[in-house]
């Protein structure tokens, strides 16, 4: 099964109006690239990957059977599970290992927003099925406000799992607001609460929260990328012999990799989920791979809700579960109308913004921070300069208007925080 052609086909996707100001980071500004893999006996597979494409010539005349283990690039690959899956007649699960289960938990997800929303955004989930929901908490944002929001929308047994990034810091900052958290019925969880590196943490939060803590596979976590040794991370063997976590988070990249965290993840008894930022066809083949794990029983994600439209209709969960396609390949049909439409519409717009951290009246006298550059923003709070989660404080964002005033503050503030 030689593969004949790939061709490589770029889309702009276009996110929800309510959520687009605050996907700085996440959304890669809308920028997914489908992959069509032709073999030569005329089976079309299709894959994606996040961003623009890199070069894949290298992989024509390759064995797609093959390159289901060892073609490196994770958008060609999912191609060559959906077309080799087609050529067979099997669906790819049956590529991947033996089936466990047909259908497999599926969670919402966005990144950190205002609390009404939030709830707002809770309300879409449950419309359309879901039961889970992953949500980016941030110091600059009051936590409490935020759940409050959404637990008086959430219907019994919704449950949303908290994600800091490391944003808590260290065990002392983290216990009180982990505790306060917890008291919500709707929180299902938290994910990475402090930096991974600091295992006795883990340790500590462990034994003093009521609510399960999951963390990424043997890596770190923090958005840092002026200081590399912030967040090392702590080695899986490690995680699990000192029993750090109660869930694993793993990414949904190479397969082999993949399989090998999965594996030690069974052989652990420690249930994890997969999660990826990308489309609906990433989220169908994260499905199908789910469904041969033994422990991937918590919701798996692959960020998809955040677009207006995809090129596949996505799996819609009942009750917070899908059923995995079980027909040849990825099992799922290409909407070609509507990726013609994406590859021939703009970039989301991405103007300059400033975002100002605004503190409560009679808290650091209600001082403003402005921020030009996400990176600042994170590295401000993880490195302490700032206090974190304060009850009230809040976020605004402006958009470059064009005016002189929003150019002169930008100026100032695009390398280091500005009070105002």
Request: charged share 20%; glycine share 10%.
């Amino acid at each position: 099964m030689r593969i004949q052609s790939i061709e490589a086909i770029p889309l702009h996707m276009q996110l929800h109006p309510e959520i687009a100001p605050h996907l700085y980071r996440s959304s890669h500004r809308g920028q997914i690239t489908l992959y069509r893999v032709e073999l030569a006996d005329g089976s079309v597979g299709y894959g994606e990957d996040l961003g623009n494409s890199g070069p894949v010539e290298e992989f024509v005349g390759r064995d797609a059977v093959a390159g289901l283990r060892d073609i490196p690039h994770s958008g060609v690959q999912m191609a060559c599970y959906d077309a080799v899956g087609k050529a067979l007649g099997v669906p790819a699960h049956a590529l991947m290992g033996k089936q466990i289960r047909s259908r497999v938990p599926h969670a919402y997800w966005t990144n950190d927003l205002p609390p009404e929303s939030l709830a707002n955004q809770v309300q879409r989930a449950v419309e359309m099925g879901f039961t889970v929901y992953k949500f980016k908490c941030r110091p600059w944002w009051d936590p409490f406000e935020q759940i409050a929001a959404a637990e008086a929308v959430a219907p019994p047994g919704f449950q949303i799992w908290a994600d800091f990034n490391g944003h808590l810091r260290e065990a002392r900052q983290a216990l009180p607001i982990l505790k306060g958290l917890s008291e919500f019925k709707v929180i299902g969880g938290f994910e990475s609460p402090i930096p991974q590196q600091d295992a006795a943490g883990y340790v500590e939060l462990r034994a003093k929260i009521d609510r399960p803590i999951a963390a990424h596979f043997g890596s770190g976590c923090c958005h840092v990328c002026t200081d590399p040794t912030y967040d090392r991370g702590t080695p899986g063997l490690r995680q699990i012999t000192e029993r750090l976590c109660d869930a694993f988070v793993l990414g949904s990249g190479d397969v082999e990799t993949l399989k090998q965290h999965t594996s030690v993840a069974a052989e652990a008894q420690l249930p994890f989920w997969i999660q990826a930022v990308g489309g609906a066809l990433r989220a169908v083949w994260t499905f199908h791979f789910a469904s041969t794990c033994k422990t991937g029983t918590l919701s798996h994600l692959s960020t998809h809700n955040v677009w207006t439209e995809d090129v596949i209709e996505p799996l819609q969960p009942v009750a917070g579960w899908v059923d995995v396609p079980d027909g040849p390949g990825l099992g799922v049909e290409i909407l070609e109308s509507t990726v013609e439409r994406l590859r021939a519409a703009p970039p989301i717009p991405w103007p300059r913004r400033i975002t100002t951290v605004v503190y409560p009246d009679g808290y650091l006298n209600g001082a403003r921070w402005h921020f030009g550059h996400e990176t600042v923003r994170h590295e401000s709070f993880y490195f302490g300069s700032f206090p974190g989660f304060v009850p009230g404080v809040r976020t605004e964002v402006w958009e470059d208007d064009g005016s002189d005033a929003f150019s002169a503050l930008f100026e100032r503030c695009e390398k280091q925080p500005i009070q105002g």
